[in-house]
T-cell receptor, first 109, second 114 residues
């Protein structure tokens, strides 16, 4: 059974701070996606990483895929209240997906 | 493009009733899937399809049926609703990538079974 763990589970920070959230597994994935979900809405795709060691940047967000394709991190620089939400990672293996439980981020003004 | 659309947005059923959750996509994606999201459990895959006429089970398929007669539509059927099926249901469509897929989600259907 493929499992994904995310840490921390909850994070509350002040506007302007930096943060990193983690997504870990003992399994290898062909790709990994990060999503942000707001209350009452569906997850919105932020990024897909495919190659081990890959780093992708999306404005203030930096995503990294581990060399062994088992883990990933999301770093946010100078967090803003608009970054508040549930951050989900999802591992893809063939035709299947497994989701982590999420990191709930709150950025206070 | 509307992306992935789901109807209804909210539904209340009595135990034993049946219903179909509708899902449609206009991105011409071959891959489509259904998830349920429960507090503390994350998103769990119910069924998926890699093309018209092809479906397969995910992690939690019991109590649900699917069919895929067209590329655009992927309905989820609850045959005899149970309180344990109270959840938020998300449909997604997937773009093929090297070795896998990248998914895009609909807005969800919140289902309550009493």
């Amino acid at each position: 059974t493929q499992l994904l763990e995310q840490s921390p589970q909850f994070l509350s920070i002040q506007e302007g701070e930096n943060l990193t959230v983690y997504c870990n597994s003992s399994s290898v994935f062909s790709s990994l996606q990060w999503y942000r979900q707001e209350p009452g809405e569906g997850p919105v795709l932020l990024v897909t990483v495919v190659t081990g060691g890959e780093v992708k940047k999306l404005k203030r967000l930096t995503f990294q895929f581990g060399d062994a394709r088992k883990d990933s991190s999301l770093h946010i620089t100078a967090a803003q209240p608009g970054d508040t939400g549930l951050y989900l990672c999802a591992g893809n293996y063939g035709q299947n997906f497994v989701f982590g439980p999420g990191t709930r981020l709150s950025v206070l003004p | 493009n509307a992306g992935v659309t789901q109807t209804p947005k909210f539904q209340v059923l009595k135990t034993g009733q049946s219903m179909t959750l509708q899902c449609a996509q206009d991105m011409n994606h071959e891959y489509m899937s259904w998830y349920r999201q429960d507090p503390g459990m994350g998103l769990r895959l119910i069924h998926y399809s890699v093309g018209a006429g092809i479906t397969d089970q995910g992690e939690v398929p019991n109590g649900y049926n699917v069919s895929r007669s067209t590329t655009e539509d992927f309905p989820l059927r609850l045959l005899s609703a149970a309180p344990s099926q109270t959840s938020v249901y998300f449909c997604a469509s997937g773009r093929a990538l090297l070795g896998g897929y990248e998914q895009y989600f609909g807005p969800g259907t919140r289902l309550t079974v009493t």
